[in-house]
């Protein structure tokens, strides 16, 4: 995830590269300034496949109730698994 962010005096600075984990990689100060990262993509795939910290997969967890779960109170009304979703 990389979150950009206006630096001051407009803004409050402290740009952000976190991992698919949320653990922050880079973040800048409250001046302009571009943190620099590699993005992992494979790290993407493990955390999607395992979960954060291999114990927590909440698409998978969500599976159990079938293809959509509906939910009428919120705007779209459903939640569909990701087309990555892989059981």
């Avoid at 880079?26 to 302009?32: F, L, S, T």
């Amino acid at each position: 995830m990389v979150n950009v962010n206006t630096p001051a005096p407009y803004g409050v600075g402290h740009s952000t590269v976190a991992d698919p984990e949320g653990t922050v990689r880079q973040q800048a100060g409250p001046r302009e300034e571009a943190p620099v990262d590699v993005l992992g993509l494979d790290a993407v795939t493990r955390v999607r496949r395992h979960g954060s910290a291999g114990i927590n997969r909440p698409w998978a967890q969500l599976a159990r109730y079938g293809a959509a779960i509906e939910l009428p109170m919120y705007r779209d009304g459903v939640i569909q698994p990701p087309a990555w979703q892989q059981d």
